[in-house]
């Protein structure tokens, strides 16, 4: 298994320490070239924008899409949800997205910085029970497509959600200090 975290922008190093912490070695990837041995990566959140447009500079777009239909789980978390979807709503102009979850997710949905929150989930699959989620100026997913199991719901919107090997969260679990998201993904999401 080999797991890297696209380190552009935006909270990466909570991501890799959290796999560090369940013993898996995550590679902070930088440029596409690192994409090619990865059987899984994470989209961190962030700025959606920013990411996005550094993903335009370094020419990540088609290597991710490549790979992800090679087979690479991917997991988009709050700017990596939005990064991940096939519709953003919301976005700002000439705002592109890797369309490999047929969701629709709505940017800053649960509002502005000072909006920012946290909840105890029931996520699917999860043991150990509820997992508190923490959004931070947090999208939410407003369309889930057909296939898209919901994993979680907060106040009736959709917060986690996956298709075969595409994960998308609403909120950060790489800053909780839990790491059963982050092992669902290891364990689950990857290779299925």
């Not at 790979?67 to 690479?72: D, V």
């Not at 502005?112 to 105890?120: C, G, Y």
């Not at 994993?151 to 919107?157: D, K």
Request: aromatic share 8%; glycine share 14%; charged share 20%.
């Amino acid at each position: 298994m080999s797991v890297g975290v696209l380190a552009l922008q935006g909270a990466f190093r909570e991501h890799i320490m959290t796999f560090e912490a369940l013993g898996v070695s995550a590679l902070a990837v930088r440029l596409p070239e690192q994409l090619g041995d990865l059987t899984g990566l994470v989209i961190p959140g962030g700025e959606s924008t920013a990411i996005g447009k550094l993903m335009v500079s370094y020419g990540f777009y088609d290597p991710i899409r490549q790979q992800a239909g090679a087979g690479m789980a991917v997991w988009g978390t709050c700017a990596g949800a939005i990064l991940v979807a096939d519709e953003v709503l919301d976005s700002v102009p000439g705002q592109e997205s890797l369309g490999l979850l047929d969701v629709a997710v709505r940017r800053n949905a649960f509002g502005r910085q000072i909006d920012s929150f946290e909840a105890d989930l029931d996520f699917a699959h999860l043991p150990g029970g509820t997992f508190r989620g923490v959004f931070i100026r947090a999208p939410w997913i407003e369309r889930a497509g057909e296939g898209v199991e919901t994993l979680a719901s907060h106040e009736g919107r959709i917060v986690a959600a996956r298709k075969g090997s595409v994960m998308a969260t609403a909120f950060h679990p790489e800053l909780t200090g839990d790491p059963r998201v982050h092992r669902y993904f290891l364990d689950t999401v990857i290779g299925s």
